[in-house]
């Protein structure tokens, strides 16, 4: 059984395609014998067609990578391009979809409104102009009173994460992306059965694609034999897109409105490093305790209402004791298929054109966007250290090959490039000036800035920066440096392989 929904989801996606093909193919070969004398026309409607896919797609708002990868698809090979681009290239949601969500943020996001009081205490016009951005695109505010604690392994998350479901008064709520059976998955759910039976309400969300080869399938038995409330986030239907496609790449447990626990660490004994797949696991959390928790309460909320139709009173699960005073300000933030404004990927932008010393940034996965790119060479050209940290040691190697595919213009560019040589770091960590952080499950892919639901912590001018700061410096001291010069003698048919590889991007 693999452990890895990622490379499943890309694997069946890449089965689907090839039998799709396959079949396309065979179709039009059956035509073409069949119907020889109208071959010509045929090709011309399927040409015609083609034209106008095209047209739908230069019309339509994305970045212009995503653009140009449909194109050249769809062009080169229409008859397969057209149809693979109706099952994936659109990111549509319906408007029956788009009308339950809109009245599900009526009940939570929207009931949260900016703190004027803290916002115009903000001297820096540049950080005064990421809190806006960020409440601007997903409606949820910078909170003060918020005391944070980084946690740079998966063994330190889940500690932490026991620590908290122990303390549980009211209410627990977890929501992971995979949830893997193993020593992790005992140690939690034995609290959890020790907690629900002392009358603590819990309920727990788990995505259904990226759980779907590793989730006990006895699960949700369990749960409801213990008295947990447990669903499935966008389970199999008769929607393939949607359930390939829209995904609960989120990670949060929270604990009473007190506590939350978030970043890019799953439920899974390779995260804490009992089961060595790829070499040391290094992921990373953040520990939030205090006013910020509850913008993560409401996005579980929020989520929670649309996959079950259970509507909670968001005023009910507010924390339940004084929150610390800590410096500094919390933003935790959040980003879907459904948000048109693409909170995720612009607030990274804005984060990068507001550094003027150094931008320092883990991700799994490096597979960018014409503008996010653009944005990351502007700030190396403008003198800032731009480093940026990838795997040793892969755990999908099309992804690993395309994450290399984009090394080539950054470090020309003065980019410094760093592979984490004791294996394979999933953390989605960005550190700046020693002043702003953000913590999330958000890969630099186009997967996470399209079409995942993903969520994110920022944090500015608390003790927290400068540790996050350290431990990605502590990341590079052991991980080996890519070099330009280096990465320039690789053979032409390499350099033409990563030419397609870059194209074929925007549609893994």
Not at 211 to 238: E, G, R, V
Not at 430 to 450: A, C, E, F, H, P
Not at 486 to 491: A, F, L, P
Request: glycine share 6%.
């Amino acid at each position: 059984m693999r452990n890895s929904a990622n490379h499943f989801q890309s694997m069946f996606r890449f089965l689907i395609n090839v039998v799709l093909i396959l079949l396309q193919l065979t179709i039009i070969g059956i035509v073409i014998l069949q119907f020889s004398d109208y071959a010509v026309y045929a090709y011309w409607v399927i040409e015609a067609i083609a034209v106008l896919v095209v047209l739908n797609i230069v019309y339509r708002k994305k970045t212009a990578a995503y653009k140009i990868s449909w194109i050249i698809f769809v062009l080169i090979l229409p008859a397969v391009g057209i149809v693979l681009y109706f099952i994936w290239g659109r990111q549509h949601v319906s408007k029956k979809s788009k009308a339950r969500w809109d009245k599900i943020n009526r009940n939570t996001y929207e009931k949260l409104s900016q703190n004027r009081v803290v916002f115009e205490e903000l001297n820096d016009s540049g950080i005064k102009k990421e809190v806006d951005l960020v409440y601007r695109l997903c409606g949820l505010p910078v909170w003060k009173n918020t005391k944070t604690k980084y946690l740079r392994l998966g063994e330190e998350m889940h500690r932490a994460n026991l620590e908290a479901i122990m303390s549980a008064e009211k209410f627990i709520f977890l929501e992971y992306f995979i949830v893997t059976g193993g020593k992790m998955y005992d140690e939690l759910m034995s609290a959890l059965f020790e907690k629900v039976a002392m009358g603590v309400e819990v309920r727990m969300m788990v995505d259904e694609m990226g759980s779907l080869s590793t989730l006990p399938k006895d699960f949700y038995q369990i749960c409801a034999a213990h008295q947990i409330k447990s669903i499935p986030f966008n389970p199999l239907s008769a929607s393939l897109f949607k359930f390939i496609s829209f995904r609960d790449h989120r990670k949060m447990t929270i604990v009473d409105g007190n506590v939350a626990i978030t970043g890019g660490i799953n439920i899974g004994d390779e995260y804490i490093n009992e089961k060595v797949r790829f070499g040391h696991w290094k992921d990373m959390a953040v520990h939030l305790e205090g006013d910020a928790v509850f913008s993560l309460t409401t996005m579980f909320l929020n989520i929670w209402e649309y996959v079950s139709g259970e509507s909670s009173q968001i005023e009910d699960y507010r924390g339940t004791r004084e929150s610390p005073k800590a410096d500094g300000l919390v933003m935790p933030f959040c980003d879907g298929p459904t948000n048109l404004k693409n909170p995720a990927v612009n607030t990274y932008m804005t984060v990068f054109n507001n550094a003027k010393e150094y931008i320092y940034l883990t991700t799994p996965y490096l597979i960018l966007d014409t503008d996010l790119t653009n944005c990351i060479l502007l700030a190396a050209r403008s003198g800032v250290d731009v480093r940026i940290i990838t795997p040793g040691i892969p755990d999908k190697k099309m992804v690993y090959a395309t994450t290399r595919a984009f090394y080539g213009d950054l470090l020309a560019e003065g980019v410094r490039i760093y592979e984490y040589a004791p294996g394979f770091i999933h953390g989605k960590v960005l550190v700046t000036d020693d002043q702003v952080s953000i913590v999330g499950s958000i890969n630099m892919d186009y997967r996470s800035l399209t079409w995942n639901y993903e969520c994110g912590t920022w944090i500015y001018g608390s003790e927290t920066v400068l540790e996050i700061k350290k431990d990605l410096l502590d990341c590079i001291n052991v991980s080996r440096e890519v070099r330009y010069a280096d990465w320039e003698k690789s053979s032409f048919i390499k350099k033409v392989g990563q030419s397609v590889l870059r194209i074929m991007g925007p549609l893994m």
